[in-house]
């Protein structure tokens, strides 16, 4: 089974500067997506970014983008320009379509993220 | 708005009752997911049904069912509630459920906060 771990309960950042929250997974497949998801005090989940595990490119997405080391298990984001609206709580997720034939997320367990005016 | 919609925005029931949540997905998404997030257990994924059939089963409770019906609208239901089904219950659709990292992105709907007293 995959396991995806955040083990980074709570980050702060001041507005404007860049933040970086970790993730690792656990896999023993090739072939994956990993996802970063949003989820504000409005509790409304939102999609920030997605990564195909067979692409090397890093993901973008804005002031949104992503370190992904394949090799490590690993798969970070890294919000620049930090503004007030960024604060949320961000879930990494991962997903393996390929097998089982079916697209079920596995979430980590959240990382809280206050933006500092 | 992810375009996903969610009935009852809060349920507040009593232990013992059956309760149902109704999700309609985004327009031209066949697949429909359903998650629970719960302080103890985060976001765990519960079942998936692409295009009216069950597709996968996640964590989901024998006192859980749920169903999609022809015009891809999905309901979950929930029965013999206990104090600890109290959550929020969330929605997510995507196009697919293929394997295609585009079309197999989720979307999420608001989600219904349930209250079991």
């Known amino acids: 089974a995959q396991t995806v771990t955040q083990s980074q309960p709570e980050m702060s950042v001041q507005e404007a500067e860049t933040v970086t929250l970790s993730c690792t997974y656990d896999?023993?497949?090739?072939?994956?997506?990993l996802f970063w998801y949003k989820q504000p005090p409005s509790r409304q989940m939102i999609l920030v970014i997605r990564?195909?595990?067979?692409?090397?490119q890093n993901a973008m997405e804005n002031r949104f983008s992503v370190n992904f080391q394949k090799a490590a298990k690993s798969f970070s984001l890294k919000i620049s320009d930090s503004q007030l609206g960024d604060t949320a709580m961000y879930f990494c997720a991962f997903m393996n379509p390929f097998t089982g034939a079916n697209s079920k997320l596995t979430f980590g367990k959240g990382i809280t993220l206050s933006v500092r005016p | 708005d992810s375009g996903v919609t969610q009935t009852p925005k809060h349920l507040i029931t009593a232990t013992g009752q059956r309760v149902t949540l109704r999700c309609s997905p985004r327009?031209?998404?066949?697949?429909v997911y359903w998650y629970q997030q719960s302080l103890d257990q985060g976001l765990q994924f519960l079942i998936q049904?692409?295009?009216?059939?069950?597709?996968a089963k996640g964590n989901i409770l024998e006192r859980f069912s749920a169903q999609q019906f022809p015009d891809l609208h999905s309901e979950l239901n929930l029965s013999s509630l206990e104090l600890g089904d109290s959550a929020l219950y969330f929605c997510?659709?995507?196009?697919?459920?293929?394997?295609?990292?585009?079309?197999?992105?989720?979307?999420f709907g608001p989600g219904t906060r349930l209250t079991v007293l």
């Open positions: 997510a659709s995507s196009e697919g459920g293929q394997g295609d990292a585009l079309t197999d992105t989720q979307y």
């Open positions: 896999t023993s497949e090739n072939n994956y997506y």
């Open positions: 049904y692409y295009n009216g059939e069950e597709r």
């Open positions: 327009s031209g998404d066949l697949s």
């Open positions: 990564q195909e595990a067979y692409k090397q």
